[in-house]
């Protein structure tokens, strides 16, 4: 009965579906693009966020403009035993021990390296004071750093921060070979988006360069320099962008020099670097890549240039002020290979 009424029935008439004019771009694509979001205007621009261009950021000092690829390009390689020791006596003055065995390379005029055996035993002394008061003159920070070795080098480094701004440091390196020593002061100026040095220097050298935040991420500067004894003088510039994930530098100096860098911040923990100098005097091109890996417990360094040197660095931290390092340079073309291991006790 069911099924004979079923078929009986005539089937109910289909509802209408109101009217609905083709869109201008066809029937077709009507179930294909998805439809506009409610309250959506045509050819509406994106907000540009707006630049306070009187409240920069300071831009880093000329001198460090490379320093993110430098830790991943110019490790510090060494090559045999290198042992370092800091003890703190209080908090503001601590003693520092280095012995270093390995071998020093001679210059010559053959293509092979020359390696000569050689070792030395460095003493250090560190004495940082965060406020210092010197006859009623306040030192906001005062920091001496000095390292005597048994060849007879002296090495000596002076900061004392004048002024919230204005900081000073000195820079001396004696030893008892003529014309071999060397010392230099330097003033260094913080302005809220610029930074300024003046640089004074046995052998009549004078020195100046110049740093501006042009927007948030670039900053640009130049910087000049006379040497009297030589009757030489240069003038450089440079420009460096940055951002959360990447920096670029750009280099021109009056000597011939041309350099390039750039470092691509991959994650918290890794970081990618490659640079680039051309050398128009000598017609010299070089050019290098290299990786910053930072794992829980170690630091892992290492490059490869254009000239086939391949170089690793790895510190690796043992325990609480105790890091072991290791070192390797090999230059297949030169037959030159390095390498080294070492440790370092105390912070």
């Not at 043992?318 to 297949?332: C, K, P």
Request: glycine share 8%; hydrophobic share 35%; charged share 20%.
């Amino acid at each position: 009965m069911g099924s004979a009424a079923s078929a009986a029935a005539p089937p109910p008439p289909p509802t209408a579906q109101p009217h609905m004019a083709a869109p201008p771009y066809g029937a077709g694509l009507a179930g294909i693009l998805p439809p506009k979001p409610d309250g959506e205007e045509e050819g509406k621009k994106k907000e540009v966020e707006k630049v306070d261009y009187l409240n920069l950021p300071c831009p880093v000092p000329f001198e460090e403009i490379q320093r993110e690829a430098l830790m991943s390009l110019k490790p510090e390689l060494f090559e045999g035993l290198r042992f370092d020791f800091t003890k703190g006596l209080n908090q503001k003055f601590s003693l520092s021990h280095s012995v270093f065995m390995g071998s020093l390379e001679v210059p010559s005029q053959s293509t092979e390296t020359i390696k000569v055996p050689t070792s030395h035993y460095e003493f250090g002394a560190n004495f940082i004071d965060p406020k210092l008061v010197i006859l009623k003159w306040n030192c906001l920070q005062l920091i001496l750093v000095g390292r005597v070795m048994t060849d007879g080098r002296l090495n000596a480094r002076v900061k004392c921060d004048l002024t919230d701004d204005l900081t000073l440091k000195i820079n001396a390196q004696l030893t008892h070979e003529p014309h071999y020593s060397q010392g230099m002061f330097n003033f260094d100026y913080k302005g809220t988006d610029y930074r300024a040095q003046f640089q004074i220097g046995n052998n009549a050298f004078y020195g100046a360069n110049y740093i501006q935040s042009v927007t948030p991420n670039l900053s640009m500067g130049t910087e000049i320099f006379w040497l009297g004894h030589q009757r030489k003088s240069g003038i450089g510039f440079a420009s460096r962008y940055n951002s959360d994930k990447m920096v670029g530098t750009l280099q021109v100096a009056s000597t011939g020099i041309v350099a390039l860098s750039y470092v691509q911040k991959v994650s918290e923990k890794v970081s990618l670097a490659s640079d680039f100098m051309y050398n128009h005097m000598s017609r010299d091109v070089t050019s290098s890549f290299g990786y910053d890996y930072m794992l829980r417990q170690c630091r892992l360094r290492g490059k490869i240039d254009s000239n086939g040197v391949v170089a690793a660095y790895l510190e690796e931290r043992l325990n609480m002020g105790v890091n072991f390092l290791l070192s390797a340079e090999i230059d297949h073309s030169k037959k030159n290979y390095k390498f080294g291991f070492g440790m370092t006790v105390g912070e």
